[in-house]
């Protein structure tokens, strides 16, 4: 059995605001990547600093608050072998000038401080910011039909 580790995506408001949430999710489940929690909401101002508690001193940070609050935003909990390095590399670069064509940033992105969707950087970030967002009554566990068909 492969051992399937979880992450946290979160589409930003200009993703939603672009109709790009349908596109973003369809790449993610064509990977093989399964959906196993996703809402859409609005975040709180709290919310926003506890998300980005580790930028808190950089002179960026209020307005990474500021963004992430101007919209409605989608968060998900992504599951599959190396979960966390496998969305990454989909997400391209950060700054999206720097994101292969064919990543979601590549394609999609064309501002660093508009770069449509974040992504946990690492496991424990991953378990930090799931926490965050959704209760564990709120995580589905299940089995997609193709998984025989995507790991060995």
């Given at each position: 059995?492969?051992?399937?580790?979880?992450?946290?995506?979160?589409?930003?408001?200009?993703?939603?605001?672009?109709?790009?949430?349908?596109?973003?999710?369809?790449?993610?489940?064509?990977?093989?990547?399964?959906?196993v929690g996703m809402k859409m909401l609005e975040v709180s101002e709290e919310l926003a600093k506890q998300h980005y508690a580790e930028h808190a001193a950089?002179?960026?940070?209020?307005?990474?608050?500021?963004?992430?609050?101007?919209?409605?935003?989608?968060?998900?909990?992504?599951?599959?072998?190396?979960?966390?390095?496998?969305?990454?590399?989909?997400?391209?670069?950060?700054?999206?000038?720097?994101?292969a064509p064919g990543t979601i940033r590549g394609d999609f992105a064309l501002d660093m401080g508009r770069n449509v969707i974040h992504a946990s950087d690492?496991?424990?970030?991953?378990?930090?910011?799931?926490?965050?967002?959704?209760?564990?009554?709120?995580?589905?566990?299940?089995?997609?039909?193709?998984?025989?068909?995507?790991?060995?």
């Open positions: 059995m492969v051992e399937r580790e979880r992450t946290f995506v979160m589409v930003k408001p200009d993703g939603v605001q672009r109709g790009l949430v349908g596109e973003i999710i369809s790449r993610f489940e064509r990977r093989g990547l399964k959906i950089k002179p960026f940070f209020p307005g990474l608050v500021s963004f992430i609050r101007s919209g409605p935003t989608v968060a998900m909990v992504i599951e599959g072998k190396d979960a966390v390095s496998m969305v990454r590399s989909m997400l391209g670069k950060t700054k999206p000038i720097e994101s690492s496991p424990e970030s991953a378990k930090r910011e799931i926490s965050l967002y959704f209760k564990t009554s709120e995580i589905a566990t299940y089995a997609r039909i193709d998984e025989q068909w995507l790991y060995e």
